[in-house]
């Protein structure tokens, strides 16, 4: 399929398109705050405190694996078939906990709850690749991670009020929101038409190896992203701010930054090039995660996760629009894939870095060490890509 600038498919598919991601957002953040009281639920120890990240990033672990399949499958069977059985896994393996109440119960579901994430994700991104190109492409991008931040943001705000009223399960309720998105997928979701891969052209894997660097730097700045949300909460806790609410409205000031940087990606792409979003991206978040070590205060926090949300809102879109536009189309399905399985590992692994940054520099070491390798990733993008920090064209 050649990249057309005037294809898009339209308001409804859009809107798919775009509530795809944001229902995957809530896959970690409809559980960062119940984390705490989910670790006293089990037992208050450094163990179960460890269990309950893990609890959270968990899904992204079988993400990691899925995505990439998903991208495969779609391109056999079609997005369309991928997106709405995907859906159902989703509520499946989100709302059942509601049901539940054992350790193995609830990793059996976050498990099925993360292969049914790297499918919605993966069709969902190639949904938006097959029917928009061009600038209209990269605002659908821009919207889908907006909406993602803003159903993030309330989910850490609501679900904190949620913990507080109905216990650490209340919040897995919000992931009975894959019942209406089905319905509206169902009605208005077709395939395109598969892009040929054609003669002369290199082969899947050879694409890919092409972009590397972009899904490895994804996978750093997804560490990043999920820094506030995953560590945040813990750390103020361990400074006696135990109120699952007060700890939900400080993290979610990074998912509410991220919305707004999101939604103004396209508006700003006429002026700054994917490159410069991408040293903006780890600038800020290096710069957030390095005030939040350093801060003595709550309001400090509150800030340093506001710098961590630019960086959060760009980093996805600017990435995707890279990938779409460097590799062949008859591979972005699978790119795609690729991208939501470097978004997660970055998610899943975030637990066992801080874990092994904290026994090296303590709590606020941890923080203070990882934002400074992202000020010196934002430095090295920078420099390779300073021919495309600025828009030229």
């Known amino acids: 399929m050649t990249d057309q600038a005037d294809r898009d498919a339209g308001a409804l598919v859009a809107a798919v398109c775009v509530a795809g991601p944001a229902l995957v957002a809530l896959i970690p953040m409809a559980a960062a705050p119940a984390l705490v009281a989910m670790a006293a639920h089990f037992g208050t120890s450094a163990t179960n405190e460890l269990f309950s990240q893990i609890v959270m990033?968990?899904?992204?672990?079988?993400?990691?694996?899925?995505?990439p399949l998903a991208g495969i499958i779609a391109g056999r069977v079609g997005q369309r078939a991928v997106l709405l059985v995907s859906l159902v896994l989703y509520v499946i393996?989100?709302?059942?906990?509601?049901?539940?109440?054992g350790r193995e119960a609830l990793i059996a579901l976050r498990l099925l709850l993360g292969v049914a994430g790297g499918g919605v994700l993966t069709a969902s991104l190639g949904l938006i690749g097959d029917?928009?190109?061009?600038?209209r492409r990269e605002q659908v991008l821009g919207w889908a991670t907006a909406l993602s931040s803003?159903?993030?943001a309330l989910a850490l705000v609501g679900?904190?009020?949620?913990?507080?009223?109905?216990?650490?399960?209340?919040?897995?309720?919000?992931?009975l929101l894959?019942?209406?998105?089905?319905?509206l997928a169902h009605a208005v979701i077709r395939n395109a038409r598969p892009a040929r891969h054609l003669p002369g052209e290199r082969g899947p894997v050879r694409e890919l190896l092409r972009v590397w660097p972009y899904f490895g730097l994804l996978i750093l700045l997804t560490l990043g992203m999920f820094t506030p949300a995953i560590q945040v909460g813990f750390l103020l806790s361990s400074r006696g701010i135990g109120s699952a609410q007060t700890i939900g409205t400080v993290i979610a000031a990074t998912s509410l930054v991220a919305m707004l940087t999101a939604w103004a990606f396209g508006p700003l792409r006429n002026r700054i090039g994917l490159h410069g979003f991408l040293a903006i991206d780890a600038a800020s978040m290096g710069l957030g995660i390095l005030l939040i070590g350093l801060a003595a205060q709550t309001w400090q926090i509150f800030l340093g996760c506001c710098l961590v949300g630019i960086g959060a809102g760009m980093s996805e879109p600017a990435t995707a629009s890279i990938v779409f536009r460097k590799a062949a189309p008859f591979v972005h399905a699978l790119a795609m894939g690729v991208i939501v399985s470097a978004l997660n590992a970055g998610q899943f692994l975030n637990p066992l870095v801080f874990d092994g940054l904290r026994r090296v520099g303590g709590t606020s070491g941890a923080f203070v060490i990882f934002g400074s390798v992202l000020l010196l990733a934002a430095a090295i993008v920078a420099l390779r890509g300073r021919a495309d920090l600025v828009e030229r064209t």
């Open 131 to 135: 029917h928009f190109s061009g600038h």
């Open 159 to 175: 679900g904190g009020s949620l913990v507080d009223w109905g216990g650490w399960q209340a919040p897995f309720s919000l992931y």
């Open 178 to 183: 894959g019942i209406p998105t089905f319905a």
């Open 93 to 101: 393996g989100g709302a059942g906990v509601l049901l539940i109440s």
């Open 150 to 152: 803003l159903l993030a």
């Open 57 to 67: 990033t968990l899904p992204a672990a079988m993400l990691i694996i899925a995505a």
